[in-house]
């Protein structure tokens, strides 16, 4: 679950962004669409503990995020809140197997293999668990991606992007894959997204039987801040990090 009250953001030098209050249930999902630079990756750094808000409360998967601080922050994280970046961030070095073993690392847990099978084995990427990332299809890195996402059992799920440069048959893959996921893990999922197709490929996949809610948010005059990319940045070393991947 996801709500939020009154939540702005402000970086510095810049306006606040201030953000529609949400209440989402456990296992629903939320579209949180708008285009590039209108606040979707503040939102998302906001909700996974990433960074603090300027005003407003916040509570996700049952946890009063005002509550976490530093190492707390990063352990809830680990074990919460699972993401799909829209850059994969998997590790070029390490084998499929080792990118998802890096996320037991993060959250300081013992590695769990049977766990890793399993992950890997439900997304139907078992056996590229040897593989490098560059022995991937594009596909294929996505759904290792969310094999990682989703390995620590998180509450919420956080996609960023995830039909970006995407053919229409394969954004239809992509979320309805990420719809069974969550579904498959009762986890809450977010969606973030500038791509008109969303909206209609999650209606025509779950017929209405999802609670479906939408979060529009408009562009404002970014700060200097902002337009470097720190939200951004945030996201994708916390999914380097193994947290779930994530961000």
């Known amino acids: 679950m996801i709500r939020t009250q009154g939540l702005t953001y402000a970086y510095p030098g810049?306006?606040?962004?201030?953000?529609?209050?949400?209440?989402?249930?456990?296992?629903?999902?939320?579209?949180?669409?708008?285009?590039?630079?209108?606040?979707?990756?503040?939102?998302?750094?906001?909700?996974?503990?990433?960074v603090a808000p300027s005003s407003g409360s916040l509570v996700v998967a049952e946890q009063p995020l005002h509550a976490l601080k530093n190492v707390a922050a990063d352990a809830w994280r680990a074990s919460a809140v699972g993401f799909l970046p829209q850059k994969l961030h998997l590790?070029?070095?390490?084998?499929?197997?080792?990118?998802?073993?890096?996320?037991?690392?993060?959250?300081?847990?013992?590695?769990?293999?049977?766990?890793?099978?399993?992950?890997?084995?439900?997304l139907g990427v078992h056996g590229l668990a040897q593989r490098k990332p560059s022995q991937l299809s594009g596909g294929q890195a996505q759904r290792v991606a969310l094999a990682r996402a989703v390995l620590l059992q998180p509450r919420v799920l956080l996609a960023d992007e995830p039909t970006a440069s995407l053919d229409d048959e394969a954004a239809a893959d992509a979320v309805a894959l990420l719809l069974n996921t969550a579904s498959q893990h009762h986890a809450t999922l977010v969606i973030a997204t500038h791509d008109a197709r969303v909206a209609t490929l999650i209606g025509a996949h779950s017929q209405g039987q999802i609670?479906?809610?939408?979060?529009?948010?408009?562009?404002?005059?970014?700060?200097?801040?902002?337009?470097?990319?720190?939200?951004?940045?945030?996201?994708?070393a916390s999914s380097t990090r193994g947290g779930e991947g994530t961000v």
């Open 91 to 122: 590790s070029a070095a390490l084998t499929v197997y080792q990118n998802l073993a890096l996320s037991f690392w993060a959250a300081g847990l013992a590695e769990d293999s049977a766990r890793i099978h399993a992950a890997l084995q439900a």
């Open 211 to 236: 609670g479906l809610q939408c979060l529009s948010l408009l562009r404002k005059p970014l700060s200097n801040a902002e337009q470097s990319g720190q939200a951004g940045s945030a996201l994708a």
């Open 14 to 50: 810049g306006n606040a962004l201030e953000f529609p209050d949400v209440d989402v249930a456990q296992g629903a999902v939320l579209l949180l669409s708008g285009p590039s630079g209108c606040g979707k990756s503040t939102w998302l750094a906001l909700v996974a503990a990433l």
